[in-house]
T-cell receptor, first 117, second 109 residues
């Protein structure tokens, strides 16, 4: 149980285009989903927390107009990187919790490697 | 401030035992997580401790001392597939995870 999928796994795009990444909980309802960014050999950096049906909470320094997050249902959250630039190239990972308690284990999707040319 | 410290890299031999330490300082504490991350992949959950003591799960065990702000992950009978980064993360009073930078474990034959 507790499987999270992410799509696409890899994407290469031109500078200035927008890229949408989907995160789905396959066998549970995810009341809360998290979006992380990870640079090579670095730890995870939390970008935002999203709860189903409400606006995402962004971490300090993360541009909400550039990284659009939509948590449309209990099994799907999307991250759209708008007007992508080479510095947005990174490994983006989502995680989800079932929200059955305050202390919930986060289950991670496989990640999306974004390369902006 | 909030901080997690763990060694950057460790090397061990196949079949041996290795202990990866983690110290934390957080605003409040709601438990400590260990995750395994293979290169190029997302983290996978290994363990969660909120009470003092040792939790054993197969070849992997995790220990917590709340008074010392200290945890360790113990890996026994090391296998080559255990080569990965091991991430320590403490949950603060707001139930936010504070992540360590990860310990890269290299297993040699």
């Amino acid at each position: 149980g507790a499987v999270v999928s992410q799509h696409p796994s890899r994407v290469i795009c031109k500078s200035g285009t927008s890229v949408k990444i989907e995160c789905r909980s396959l066998d549970f309802q995810a009341t809360t989903m998290f979006w992380y960014r990870q640079f090579p050999k670095k730890s995870l950096m939390l970008m935002a927390t999203s709860n189903e049906g409400s606006k995402a909470t962004y971490e300090q320094g993360v541009e909400k107009d550039k990284f659009l997050i939509n948590h449309a249902s209990l099994t799907l959250s999307t991250l759209t990187v708008t007007s992508a630039h080479p510095e947005d190239s990174s490994f983006y990972i989502c995680s989800a919790t079932s929200g059955q308690g305050d202390v919930d284990t986060q289950y991670f999707g496989p990640g999306t490697r974004l390369t902006v040319l | 401030g909030q901080n997690i410290d763990q060694p950057t890299e460790m090397t061990a031999t196949e079949g041996a035992i290795v202990q990866i330490n983690c110290t934390y300082q957080t605003s409040g504490f709601n438990g400590l997580f260990w995750y395994q991350q293979h290169a190029g992949e997302a983290p996978t959950f290994l363990s969660y401790n909120v009470l003092d003591g040792l939790e054993e799960k197969g070849r992997f065990s995790s220990f917590l001392s709340r008074s010392k702000g200290y945890s360790y992950l113990l890996l026994k009978e090391l296998q080559m597939k255990d080569s990965a980064s091991y991430l320590c993360a403490a949950m603060d009073s707001n139930y936010q995870l504070i992540w360590g930078a990860g310990t890269k474990l290299i297993i040699k034959p």
